[in-house]
Structures are given as C-alpha cells and as structure tokens.
Nanobody, 115 residues
C-alpha cells in the first residue's frame, strides 16, 4: 500500500523556520513535490525534486527561502522553510509522481506563521 506521511508542521513566528518531512512507503517514485493550500484558495505548487539527479524547481514566492531535498535511502523528502512569512500560512501537502502527473498525495500538515 502506497502512503505519503507528512510531519513537521506547526506554529512559528514570522522570520522563523520549519522543516517538513514526507515519508513515502509502498514504492519508489520518480519525483516528489510540495504544494500548499491556504483557506479559501486553490492548492498551489511550492517545490519539486526528481529522485535521480539534482533537478529542483521552486515557485517564485519561495525561491531563496525554501529548500527541497530528499534522502533516497529513507524514501523521504524534506522542505526546509526559512524566513517564513504570515502569507506562507497554509496546509502543506506532499505529492509523488511515478511519471507525469502527481499520482499520490499525503494528508497534509498545517503551517501557521504568526506576525
């Protein structure tokens, strides 16, 4: 059974940091991504990384502040979030792709940034 389990969300003050983790089980994937959804808004792309190689991609709003990384041995992907802003407040979802579309999603973890 394929599962993606996120952890690491919480409440932090503006300017602070959090590291999200996403542990995948059941199979390996070609790429992973992080998405976020704020109240009343659509889910949007944050960052992605391919399993083999060094390709990473970021939304313009997080470039220079967030870093996506992976540990293939642990089948885990991370999102290091620095210099957090109140507008980063959202539920963050991990996604995984076998090839092409995002095939699997985690349950989400809440990130709240206070001003």
């Amino acid at each position: 059974q394929v599962q993606l389990v996120e952890s690491g969300g919480g409440l932090v003050q503006a300017g602070g940091s959090l590291r999200l983790s996403c542990a995948a089980s059941g199979r390996t994937f070609s790429s992973y991504g992080w998405f976020c959804q704020a109240p009343g808004k659509e889910r949007e792309f944050v960052a992605s990384i391919i399993r083999v190689g060094s390709g990473t991609y970021y939304a313009d709003s997080v470039k220079g502040r967030f870093t996506i990384s992976r540990d293939n041995a642990k089948n885990t992907v991370y999102l290091q979030m620095n210099s957090l802003k109140p507008e980063d407040t959202a539920v963050y979802y991990c996604a995984a792709s076998i090839g092409g579309a995002w095939d699997y999603w985690g349950q989400g973890t809440q990130v709240t940034v206070s001003s």
